[in-house]
């Protein structure tokens, strides 16, 4: 129980310090972000890059998605099942979205959905994160639930002030490969 409250304790911590960020900022660092995978190992060969749509303060991929997109590469979003899994469908900028019940835009039930595995990349977002790679979500566990055993480049997103000394782990918790911040590209000790 104690691990459980120093999780929620440290989840609404750092939600806070995202939401404290001026807009200016978030858009900043947004913008940011796209320098940090020019640095990453392997990134001009993935071809399909799954995303997602910024909520609740999270540093916003949107201009990386868009980036992708008009590069040529196949890029996705993530739909939250009644399982409380993910599969992701196909998004390009400027179709239209339907609001989950948490209100984050998710591509229309018609786009066919495709599992973690079949990517070759997957931007994940990050409450909090540690330099071994472990990762904080929002406490959902959508995203443990949905890609144990793929071998897709797993890339946390956040801001650098997300950043812990470390977390303590679960045994279904999903590794981050690398995150990237406004910053700086990190690739994680595992």
């Known amino acids: 129980m104690h691990e459980r409250s120093n999780k929620q304790e440290l989840r609404l911590d750092l939600r806070q310090r995202r939401k404290a960020l001026s807009k200016t900022q978030r858009q900043k660092a947004s913008l940011q972000l796209l320098s940090q995978f020019a640095a990453l190992p392997g990134w001009a060969q993935c071809q399909r890059v799954a995303g997602y749509f910024a909520a609740d303060g999270e540093i916003d991929p949107e201009p990386l998605l ?48 495709i599992a973690a595995d079949e990517f070759d990349a997957l931007l994940i977002p990050l409450v909090a994160w540690d330099r071994s790679g472990g990762r904080l979500g929002m406490g959902g566990g959508f995203y443990d639930r949905s890609l144990g055993g793929t071998k897709a480049l797993k890339i946390g997103l956040a801001f650098t002030i997300q950043e812990v000394e470390s977390l303590p782990r679960e045994p279904w918790d999903v590794a981050m490969d690398f995150v990237a911040t406004e910053s700086f590209l990190h690739k994680c000790r595992q």
């Open 66 to 113: 868009q980036h992708l997109y008009e590069s040529g590469r196949d890029t996705y979003l993530p739909v939250i099942r009644e399982d409380r899994s993910l599969l992701f469908a196909p998004w390009r900028p400027g179709d239209p979205l339907l609001a989950n019940k948490f209100g984050i835009p998710e591509p229309l039930p018609e786009q066919p959905r």
